[in-house]
């Protein structure tokens, strides 16, 4: 006897090495990806389902997953990031993995689990599938596209106050997992998990943990997921999975510190021991680890009086009532139904049964005689499995069972001290994202892929889709452009500043002072104002003139011009690059007083054989077609001097339109003089000399120093030559 007992034990061992050798090799190389999804802002709020979210998608991301998140998302937005994860799925190859992490409320109806989004409205039973999503949907389209794994997490096995008196079966339904998928719940199917007070939920927090061991199959990590949340919640919590995985999926490669492979071996040898081998606290952990029907029973019967029984029985109760009602569901007929009525007169499901009979068109009473279904070989529950069944609700009250021992070592690895204490996370960038945590090293595990990256996605949740996003435009929080700096806060001032760009030297805002005119910008009505000069190491300013008392009409050096009034000049006045006319004799147009000293205003030029680059012109691009005389009584201009009655005939200057224009170069603006002035009553646009009529100016106008070789005109500059006569009805410049 003993010999076949040692020769079976090694037998298990052997296999058990060949599976692990087999799983080591089993860390898909493809692409990862990962829908994750935290809902707190219910009517009835939960406190770590954004948090849990989050903890799970950096988990994820440390594990090589391409994770996409979002938090408190609606019906709309949860349809959009549904579909949005189908295709991606679609796109990624049959060696992807994928994984789905759903955190908030979730029901089940008519054998259907159904995650609601936050605007969920369900008044009575009937809404329940136009409020919320039914995952089957989901997972049955995820089930049809080839990928190497498929991994579905509902930690929504909560208490909800939907449909208040529509008999709804608590938690969430029993399902079968298709080939090359994982489900799990947060809570046994048929219970409810109690609402937790955070900063994380047991469940994610124990997840999180396993799923960062190296080496270790998924299926193992979430058994042992399974063991570490019961043993942290003093047994109110018993999470549950199903796996249909082949060949077994390791997430993470054993890092050369991880635990040598024997511990892995004996793990997986405890699985193949008896259950009445153990002793009766290590037996429970035993159960629960396998946390089957068979297993559940085996406890029960080594050790029907022990504590443990109680808290043993009611997750046996649920479990055959769960998987009674799977198998009524799969056959689809009146006498499953009836059967199941009978079996379970107060059951959770005796309501489902009676609608599945009304869209089966039968009667809701069975007929005297019905063939009734055996439940593929499943026993009816003993009379104390009774007592739970029919309580409205099943959870796991410490006070009611009692909380279960740690489970020993060989089962459980001791928790890491990160996981121990695990601080909250950060606050999130804003509504519709999921805080996510400081990422918590992974001792034992490494992944040889490329690195995970966690996606925070606006499905809608995040502001109205369409204004500033598209449907699924990534929400990374990178801030935008810094904001253009604002505007004077003078309102009758414009302001003429030169804006800051890529090809300007950046200037300060309101560089120029109030009313004064842009380089290269028509002179407006309003900027008739004395104006603060502007220092300039680079432009210096020319000395008054002598006296004080009389005008400096000469111009300011450097490329901008100053703020000058519409049809500063007068009909005498000589235009920039025109080439100086003959004296005339005095007009009748007052002139300014002379300069103190008694010397004539000086109004010339600075000699030079050529004008330096200037900016455009101020003046009309084109020369007047004819010109006219200009009568000197028809302007009159306090700055102007004597006129001619008719300027002699002289050559047009060649038109300014065929000259190409130079860019103008900010510049500070040059010191000037002020004085009072009176701004017109309307600005007037720049017309050509001979056709625009000429308005005086206000008096005592600021002008600015006279710089050397500088030309008021912004023209392009002319070549040295012959300079071109002067306009007809304009004065030379020189004396």
């Known amino acids: 006897m003993l010999r076949t007992l040692l020769f079976r034990f090694f037998v298990a061992v052997f296999a058990v090495c060949l599976s692990l050798t087999g799983a080591a090799n089993a860390q898909s190389s493809g692409p990862r990806i990962a829908l994750v999804v935290g809902n707190t802002q219910y009517a009835d709020p939960l406190a770590t389902s954004a948090n849990d979210a989050g903890l799970i998608a950096e988990t994820l991301r440390g594990a090589g997953f391409d994770v996409t998140g979002a938090a408190n998302l609606d019906q709309d937005s949860l349809r959009r990031a549904f579909q949005d994860f189908l295709g991606k799925a679609t796109q990624a190859g049959p060696d992807a993995i994928a994984f789905v992490y759903l955190a908030g409320r979730g029901l089940q109806y008519e054998g259907d689990n159904y995650f609601a989004p936050i605007d969920a409205n369900i008044a009575r039973d009937a809404d329940i599938p136009l409020q919320a999503m039914r995952v089957s949907d989901f997972t049955r389209a995820l089930a049809a596209v080839p990928l190497r794994a498929r991994i579905i997490v509902l930690d929504a096995a909560r208490g909800n106050h939907f449909a208040p008196g529509g008999n709804l079966a608590g938690g969430l339904a029993l399902i079968d997992a298709d080939p090359g998928s994982l489900y799990a719940f947060n809570a046994t199917p048929g219970t409810i998990a109690p609402d937790e007070p955070g900063p994380y939920g047991a469940y994610a927090q124990a997840l999180a943990e396993m799923l960062r061991q190296g080496g270790v199959p998924i299926d193992v990590a979430f058994s042992q997921a399974r063991l570490r949340a019961n043993e942290s919640t003093k047994g109110a919590v018993t999470p549950w999975d199903a796996a249909n995985i082949t060949p077994p999926l390791v997430l993470l490669e054993g890092a050369p510190s991880a635990p040598s492979a024997g511990t892995s071996v004996s793990y997986a040898a405890l699985q193949s021991r008896p259950i009445s081998s153990f002793p009766a606290n290590e037996a429970y952990a035993a159960a629960l680890e396998r946390d089957t029907l068979e297993g559940y029973q085996d406890f029960l019967v080594a050790y029907p009086n ?23 569901l799969a056959a689809n007929t009146p006498d499953a139904c009836w059967s199941y009525m009978r079996r379970y007169p107060k059951g959770p499901h005796f309501y489902d049964a009676r609608r599945r009979l009304s869209f089966l068109a039968a009667p809701m009473e ?13 026993p009816p529950p003993p009379p104390a499995e009774y007592v739970i069944i029919d309580s409205p609700v099943i959870i796991f009250d410490p006070v009611i069972y009692p909380p279960p021992p740690p489970p020993p070592v060989y089962f459980l690895p001791p928790q890491p001290v990160a996981f121990i204490e695990l601080p909250p996370p950060p606050p999130p960038q804003g509504p519709g994202f999921l805080p996510i945590p400081i990422p918590v090293p992974v001792p034992f595990g490494r992944f040889n892929g490329p690195q995970g990256v966690v996606v925070q996605q606006n499905f809608g949740q995040q502001g109205p889709v369409g204004r500033g996003a598209a449907p699924g435009a990534a929400q990374t929080g990178q801030p935008g452009a810094p904001p253009a700096p604002p505007a004077a806060a003078n309102p009758a001032v414009p302001n003429h500043a030169l804006p800051q760009g890529a090809g300007l030297p950046p200037v300060a805002p309101n560089a120029h002072p109030p009313g004064a005119v842009a380089p290269g910008a028509p002179p407006a009505a309003s900027s008739l104002k004395p104006a603060t000069p502007a220092a300039s190491p680079a432009a210096p300013v020319a000395p008054p003139a002598a006296g004080g008392g009389a005008p400096n009409h000469a111009l300011p050096q450097g490329a901008g011009l100053p703020p000058v009034a519409p049809n500063a000049h007068s009909a005498g006045a000589v235009a920039p690059s025109a080439p100086p006319a003959k004296p005339a004799s005095p007009a009748a147009a007052p002139t300014t007083p002379p300069a103190a000293g008694g010397g004539a205003p000086n109004r010339a030029l600075p000699q030079g054989t050529s004008l330096p680059p200037v900016l455009p012109s101020t003046h009309p691009a084109t020369a007047p077609a004819a010109p006219k005389p200009v009568s000197p009584a028809a302007a009159p201009h306090a700055a102007a001097p004597p006129a001619a009655a008719a300027a002699p005939p002289h050559p047009a200057a060649p038109p300014a339109a065929s000259r190409p224009q130079v860019a103008p170069r900010p510049q500070p603006a040059p010191q000037q003089n002020e004085r009072p002035q009176a701004a017109p009553p309307q600005a007037q646009r720049p017309q050509p000399q001979a056709m625009r009529p000429p308005a005086a100016p206000p008096p005592q106008m600021a002008r600015p120093q006279p710089p050397p070789q500088v030309a008021r005109s912004q023209a392009q500059p002319k070549p040295a030559g012959k300079p071109a006569p002067a306009k007809p009805g304009e004065q030379a410049n020189h004396p």
């Open 306 to 328: 022990d504590p443990l029984a109680a808290r043993v029985r009611a997750l046996l109760a649920a479990r055959r009532e769960a998987l009674t009602w799977r198998r009524t």
């Open 366 to 378: 069975p007929p005297p005689n019905f063939d009734v279904y055996d439940f593929g070989g499943l």
